[in-house]
């Protein structure tokens, strides 16, 4: 499941650890969502968890949560499990249905906004977030934008 970064600098020590963090820090937000958010828990063991080195960071298409484990490493476990959070909050607004003609770069900003805000609103704290967009809608903020 998890693949190695294709970095021609890490040793194969480096590489498996790398590997072993990635897989722990994906536990650990499996857990703390199964734990604190059990309804969108059954979305996250749902998805198919893929390891796409060079991403720089997490996304969905609505059926996978694909990572960059080189990003995941870089991240602390607390910012880990808030996007983790984020991606599954894209699948239940079903953003990755519901986008149509849209620019796909306006789109996703504008669920990013409403989705951290709301994450905001449900205690998970977190920096990206944005005051001016904590009530908007993802229709809004698109035609307005």
């Given at each position: 499941?998890?693949?190695?970064?294709?970095?021609?600098?890490?040793?194969?020590?480096?590489?498996?650890?790398?590997?072993?963090?990635?897989e722990t820090r994906?536990?650990?937000?499996?857990?703390?969502?199964?734990?604190?958010?059990?309804?969108?828990?059954?979305?996250?063991?749902?998805?198919?968890?893929?390891?796409?080195?060079?991403?720089?960071?997490?996304?969905?298409?609505?059926?996978s949560l694909v990572?960059?484990?080189?990003?995941?490493?870089?991240?602390?476990?607390?910012?880990?499990?808030?996007?983790?959070?984020?991606?599954?909050?894209?699948?239940?607004?079903?953003?990755?249905?519901?986008?149509?003609?849209?620019?796909?770069?306006?789109?996703?900003?504008?669920?990013?906004?409403?989705?951290?805000?709301?994450?905001?609103?449900?205690?998970?704290?977190?920096?990206?977030?944005?005051?001016?967009?904590?009530?908007?809608?993802?229709?809004?903020?698109?035609?307005?934008?």
């Open positions: 499941m998890f693949t190695a970064p294709s970095t021609s600098s890490l040793t194969d020590g480096q590489i498996a650890a790398n590997l072993a963090l990635t994906l536990a650990a937000a499996t857990k703390f969502t199964m734990r604190y958010e059990c309804f969108f828990s059954t979305i996250l063991l749902g998805l198919v968890k893929q390891s796409l080195p060079g991403l720089g960071t997490m996304g969905t298409n609505g059926t990572y960059d484990p080189n990003a995941v490493c870089d991240w602390g476990q607390y910012k880990v499990s808030f996007v983790v959070l984020h991606e599954i909050l894209h699948v239940v607004f079903k953003h990755h249905l519901r986008r149509g003609n849209r620019d796909p770069r306006v789109w996703n900003n504008a669920g990013d906004y409403v989705i951290n805000a709301l994450l905001v609103r449900m205690g998970v704290s977190n920096n990206l977030s944005d005051d001016d967009f904590r009530t908007a809608s993802r229709d809004w903020l698109l035609d307005y934008s």
